[in-house]
């Protein structure tokens, strides 16, 4: 559940939003919030609403009636976009659509050049992100020589050069390979470890499981909203949200049912810890 603790950076107060010649609307009655550091899935069905919240944070899209506050500012306010988008990030799911330059350090700094920041400041902030993300090395490179999983990278480091409080990821491993995906997988988590809020869209459940918080969408509504644990337990929520449970947990559950007293396992190693105790 959420922190309320912690700084809220974007709240969802009864938001609907409906797409121009739609009947349906793609998000129906949404209401809940992300607070600083979390790491919150957010899954469904394709069309169930998850891209578009993630643009209604961001003030891309704005509700049709509710409220989206984001970093404090009203999104439906049009001189507070600058401040919203500068403190939330997005990432999306093709990292060639996103490049705009052609060397690496170039693409980076797009983002600081239109804040009107000193050449210093960018180039602190370029030097830092690709440090963070572990390009450093591939600072003069051509974008378009990159792997897959290293473009996401420059994507996500042209999100950080911007200083933002929370990233979101729109499906942005799911156009990669194995190896590219686990390499944006760590600097993800890395990045969350380290204090910045993140909100992942993805239809991979092992994905979910780094998550320590999943909303779950059915046309536009949240049917649930906790921990991922608590989601894979009901087959019913799975399947309105057209989701299949990871092997590992089909196989916690099948050791459950030969007699062994197991909690709910994040990766291999902890079900294997549990079977040890």
Same mark, same amino acid.
Do not use: W
């Given at each position: 559940? #959420?922190?309320?603790?912690?700084?809220?950076?974007?709240?969802?107060?009864?938001?609907?939003?409906?797409?121009?010649?739609?009947?349906?609307?793609?998000?129906?009655?949404?209401?809940?919030?992300?607070?600083?550091?979390?790491?919150?899935?957010?899954?469904?069905?394709?069309?169930?609403?998850?891209?578009?919240?993630?643009?209604?944070?961001?003030?891309?899209?704005? =509700?049709? @009636?509710?409220?989206?506050?984001?970093?404090?500012? !009203?999104?439906?306010?049009?001189?507070?976009?600058?401040?919203?988008?500068? $403190?939330?990030?997005?990432?999306?799911?093709? #990292?060639?659509?996103?490049?705009?330059?052609?060397?690496?350090? !170039? !693409?980076?700094?797009?983002? =600081?050049?239109?804040?009107?920041?000193?050449?210093?400041?960018?180039?602190?902030?370029?030097?830092?992100?690709?440090?963070?993300?572990?390009?450093?090395?591939?600072?003069?490179?051509?974008?378009?020589?990159?792997?897959?999983?290293?473009?996401?990278?420059?994507?996500?480091?042209?999100?950080?050069?911007?200083? #933002?409080?929370?990233?979101?990821?729109?499906?942005?491993?799911?156009?990669?390979?194995?190896?590219?995906?686990?390499?944006?997988?760590?600097?993800?988590?890395?990045?969350? $470890? @380290?204090?910045?809020?993140?909100?992942?869209?993805?239809?991979?459940?092992?994905?979910?499981?780094? @998550?320590?918080?999943?909303?779950?969408?059915?046309?536009?509504?949240?049917?649930?909203?906790?921990? =991922?644990?608590?989601?894979?337990?009901?087959?019913?929520?799975?399947?309105?949200?057209?989701?299949?449970?990871?092997?590992?947990?089909?196989?916690? $559950?099948?050791?459950?049912?030969?007699?062994?007293?197991?909690?709910?396992?994040?990766?291999?190693?902890?079900?294997?810890?549990?079977?040890?105790?």
């Amino acid at each position: 559940m #959420p922190d309320s603790s912690r700084a809220i950076l974007t709240n969802f107060q009864d938001v609907v939003f409906k797409y121009k010649g739609e009947e349906a609307p793609a998000i129906n009655g949404c209401s809940f919030f992300i607070s600083e550091g979390e790491f919150v899935t957010l899954v469904g069905h394709n069309s169930s609403g998850k891209s578009t919240l993630a643009k209604l944070a961001n003030g891309l899209l704005r =509700p049709m @009636s509710g409220g989206v506050v984001s970093m404090g500012l !009203d999104t439906k306010v049009e001189a507070n976009l600058v401040n919203i988008r500068k $403190n939330i990030g997005l990432v999306f799911q093709n #990292p060639d659509n996103q490049t705009v330059a052609t060397l690496v350090e !170039d !693409d980076v700094a797009f983002g =600081p050049e239109n804040l009107n920041l000193t050449s210093e400041e960018i180039r602190e902030r370029v030097d830092s992100a690709l440090t963070t993300v572990g390009l450093s090395d591939r600072k003069k490179h051509p974008v378009a020589n990159l792997s897959g999983g290293q473009k996401q990278l420059v994507a996500i480091a042209g999100v950080l050069a911007l200083r #933002p409080k929370l990233i979101i990821l729109d499906e942005a491993t799911s156009l990669l390979d194995p190896k590219g995906r686990r390499q944006v997988l760590k600097r993800i988590t890395e990045l969350n $470890n @380290s204090g910045y809020a993140i909100i992942m869209i993805t239809h991979r459940m092992e994905e979910v499981l780094l @998550s320590n918080r999943s909303i779950a969408l059915e046309k536009g509504k949240i049917i649930f909203d906790g921990k =991922p644990e608590e989601l894979f337990a009901s087959r019913d929520l799975l399947t309105r949200a057209g989701l299949e449970p990871p092997a590992l947990m089909d196989l916690t $559950n099948e050791l459950r049912e030969l007699g062994y007293k197991l909690d709910t396992p994040r990766n291999p190693a902890q079900l294997v810890e549990g079977l040890c105790q």
